[in-house]
């Protein structure tokens, strides 16, 4: 058996002293992080959104508009040829994958929100070819903890700024 | 304080319960490593794919290393579940899960990240000293071993209670019953279609039903932190937790916390084996009966069972506790139901049945004096 799981009294105690104390630190700064991981948050929110997605494009004027899309959408790459991208390709996370229909906001809205944000940076990042959308958007429709819904809007990193 | 602070680094004891819930906790960790499978199946890898992870994108593992530990998970749970070499396979299958749960925070949950946390402090218990395959049993003293880090894993149970209970207590939402009464008014219409009486939806989805149940869930969650660990509440605090884990498990999904938490709850028993006894006369089927359901059930080996008519004093069955005193009847049932898990729901019921028994024969002596 490795001496290492059968530590002395000493080492015993130092072992036990370092895993409390960072069991501890992890509860206490639960709020420093959106989703609370590692801290036992269970059950902390009953909230609903829903995630209605678009997409930022150039418009004749040298302005932008915002397209909305149901997940998937064609787009022009750079030799002109339309090419066909979808949210879920990248996306497979259950929650954030489900489009415009609630779905619960396990961990909560915060959580869900920081990860939706990721989420809009991460595919922006990996539209290789799609040479027409400048921003993915999302605007989000919340209902925490029963109470009356609001809209809050979500945007990804700009394409070609 | 301090004596108490010495026991705990000192203290050895029986590993037969540590044993037993390190098979158990080895089942979970099989379960759990074979939902780990799914994601192998798919065609896109996590880290292919949008990910958040807490490590360094360079340390995150990739579809090769992810198998490889995936499988390696596997095999170090059938080493924890059958004994052999299950220290080492516990600290290894924790090691691999934590790591994995760094490389992506999507796939965190707090059941998952529980179990390898017993897993890791299980690893430093003596818990491959009983329910070993393919060796004989050991002697009560083979079995003796350091619990010091069993003890530790109480704590973390009493840790997570605190954290969910206090981060509760401290948000409105929780504290008013908000979150509850969404949680039933959502319920409500789905519980109706399913033929539930609408009335009796309308009565639990009220504001001051899911109020009391919000503070209700909170005082569990902050008197289990504290309950456990006092001799005086511990047996009515497991009841308490066991029937609030249950009623999560029916209510809500939380994978394998529910059973997780009650393995753990084995723990908070004395470790010593064997110190209270059955005693039930052969000539009784009552008795035999209950023998025979004490030796199928015993699984923490609280009871010495013993045939004796004389002992039993004309009763069918008699426990006799750790400090000698006997109790027949529905006491004595209560007294077995509190000792045997699969029938300790029933101990709080029969012990409130036993006391109003009781205290109706005390009335009628009264009477008739």
């Given at each position: 058996m490795p001496r290492v799981l059968d530590p002395g009294i000493r080492a015993r105690t130092w072992f036990a002293a370092a895993y409390v104390a960072i069991q501890a630190s992890l509860v206490l700064t639960a709020a420093s992080r959106p989703d609370g991981?590692?801290?036992?948050?269970?059950?902390n929110e009953s909230s609903r959104m829903t995630i209605a997605l678009g997409r930022r494009v150039r418009t004749a004027g040298g302005g932008t508009t915002l397209v909305s899309t149901d997940g998937a959408w064609e787009a022009m790459d750079a030799s002109g040829a339309a090419r066909r991208f979808r949210w879920s390709d990248r996306v497979r996370d259950p929650i954030l994958s489900t489009l415009g229909r609630p779905v619960h906001a396990s961990y909560g809205v915060a959580a869900q929100l920081f990860r939706l944000q990721k989420a809009l940076d991460d595919v922006a990042d990996h539209l290789?070819?799609?040479?027409?959308?400048?921003a993915l958007v999302a605007d989000v429709r919340i209902w925490k903890n029963g109470r009356e819904s609001y809209e809050t809007r979500l945007e990804s990193r700009a394409r070609y700024p | 304080m301090t004596s108490l602070f010495r026991r705990w680094q000192t203290e050895e004891d029986d590993a037969y319960v540590v044993s037993l819930v390190r098979t158990i906790s080895g089942v979970l960790l099989l379960l759990s490593g074979l939902r780990e499978l799914g994601p192998l199946r798919s065609d896109a890898h996590f880290a292919d794919v949008f990910h958040i992870p807490l490590?360094?994108?360079?340390l995150v593992a990739g579809r090769a290393v992810f198998t490889v530990l995936t499988l390696a998970q596997l095999a170090l749970a059938v080493l924890v579940v059958v004994g052999r070499w299950a220290r080492p396979a516990l600290l290894g299958t924790a090691i691999i899960g934590l790591y994995l749960l760094l490389c992506d925070r999507?796939?965190?949950?707090n059941n998952r990240y529980a179990l390898l946390l017993f897993a890791l402090l299980l690893a430093?218990?003596?818990?491959?000293?009983?329910?070993?395959?393919g060796r004989a049993a050991t002697s009560a003293k083979a079995r003796r071993g350091p619990l010091w880090a069993a003890r530790l894993a109480q704590m973390q149970m009493g840790i997570i209670y605190v954290a969910s209970g206090g981060s509760k207590l401290l948000d409105a939402d929780w504290r008013e019953g908000r979150v509850i009464g969404d949680r039933l008014v959502r319920a409500t219409s789905m519980a109706i279609a399913k033929g539930v009486p609408a009335e009796l939806m309308e009565v639990l989805a009220q504001p001051a039903l899911a109020s009391a149940l919000a503070k209700l869930a909170i005082l569990t969650e902050l008197f289990l932190a504290a309950g456990l660990f006092l001799p005086r509440t511990r047996a009515f605090a497991l009841w308490w937790g066991v029937m609030f884990h249950l009623t999560i498990e029916v209510t809500s999904q939380v994978e394998l916390f529910t059973w997780l938490s009650l393995a753990i709850y084995?723990?908070?028993?004395?470790?010593?084996?064997?110190?209270r006894a059955v005693v039930y006369d052969p000539d009784s089927r009552r008795g035999t009966f209950v023998a025979r359901v004490v030796r199928r059930l015993d699984w923490l080996a609280r009871f010495d069972i013993r045939a004796d008519a004389g002992a039993a004093g004309g009763r069918a069955f008699v426990i006799v506790e750790r400090d000698g005193t006997r109790a027949a009847g529905i006491l004595g049932a209560a007294r077995m139901a509190r000792a045997l898990p699969l029938l300790f729901p029933l101990f709080l019921p029969l012990r409130v049945l036993a006391r109003a028994f009781s205290s109706r024969a005390d009335d009628a002596r009264t009477a008739a004096c």
């Open positions: 991981v590692f801290s036992f948050q269970m059950f290789q070819g799609d040479v027409e959308t400048r | 490590l360094p994108e360079a999507l796939a965190y949950h430093f218990t003596p818990c491959d000293r009983a329910f070993v395959v084995a723990l908070f028993a004395v470790p010593a084996l064997r110190e």
